[in-house]
């Protein structure tokens, strides 16, 4: 099955790459954008039995591997 | 409003970082993981008058500035 995994910044936590893109905007005249954040999006294909199966599987990955859970949050779609 | 936009390599691009990511993952037992494919989220709140010009405005916003037409295609989503 296809799995699609957002990866972003906590609520709390500074973007700063979201902060430059957000003051470039900006300086080109695109006043009207805010609260730009930038994250990742993992897709991929999973061969599991199951879903429940693939669900803690991919859970797994995205507290093990995908994300710094200190700073970062994630969100699991099945596609 | 609130609008995300996803920004991806096209198909027949490689992608190192996935293609990195998936070994890594098989390195310790992920067999079951394939096409893994990394791209970009980019969220913010837009202030527009319509959703007509909103959307036009992100469109071209996509087109000239968050990606590279030659390589990356995008997904705009209204939130």
Not at 17 to 22: C, L, N, T, V
Not at 35 to 46: P, S
């Amino acid at each position: 099955m296809k799995v699609r995994v957002y990866v972003r910044l906590k609520a709390g936590v500074l973007d700063v790459q979201g902060k430059a893109i957000e003051g470039s905007l900006k300086s080109v005249g695109h006043d009207n954008v805010s609260n730009l954040r930038v994250g990742k999006v993992i897709e991929f294909d999973l061969e599991s039995e199951t879903k429940e199966k693939a669900k803690n599987e991919v859970e797994n990955l995205c507290d093990k591997l995908f994300t710094n859970p200190v700073i970062e949050d994630f969100e699991i779609t099945f596609l």
